[in-house]
């Protein structure tokens, strides 16, 4: 494992993760943040937001986009290239396109964008819009420290060539079931991706949303994974 400072994690509940860099910048991944019933209030007014990912557009992971992008003017808010588009047909000036297999440099981070299994859509007062495709991110710091971020993801097999290609050491996986994998999914994407720690993510937020990190911890013991599960509350740090 990469020696070197890491970032501060914290759980903002559902999908928001923010992390903190060693150097002090903010980057939210996911930022639902204020209309997040999940989210703890003291959350919900930041001191600073350097920098956005977005890995689809759905109302869980991008609705507040909008009012952070405007209150906080992020240097770079990376989402694929219809998600930018909607952006910038909004006013917004600095979205930062990519595709799938790409990458681009974020304050100093390399951010690649890989494959999601998932639908993606912007609401607006007419109807949905089509937001593209979704995607997840493989995020490697200056230093070597590098972790996958699946976003909203549906198992599938090509998880390996992450851990061939890129070799994360923390994994960000949904555990929810209904709308993305269940635990004994994300059991198998922690056996694909061979990382060392998890830290699930859309969970609990709505009843419909039923697995749990317990569960996850049972699967991954039951397909005999080396993985440890870190189970973070709202508002959590790791």
Known sequence: MADHPRP??????HSTVRFDLPSGEVVLIDPWVESNP???????NLERLDAVLITHGHFDHASDLLDLARRYRPSKIVGTFEVCQWLERKGIANASPMN????????????????ADHSAGFLEPDGTVSAGIACGYVVRLDGGFTFYFSG??????????IAELWRPE???LPIGD?????PRQAAGACRFLQVRRVIPIHWGTFDALTGTPAELQAELADIGATCEVIALKPGDSY
């Open 170 to 172: 923390l994994a960000f």
């Open 178 to 182: 209904l709308f993305t994998m269940d």
């Open 100 to 115: 799938l297999g790409g990458a681009q440099e974020v304050l100093g981070m390399s951010v690649r964008m890989v494959r």
């Open 152 to 161: 909203d993801t549906a198992l599938f097999s090509d998880m390996q060539l």
């Open 38 to 44: 999940a989210c703890p209030d003291r959350l919900k």
């Open 8 to 13: 501060k994690f914290t759980y903002y509940g």
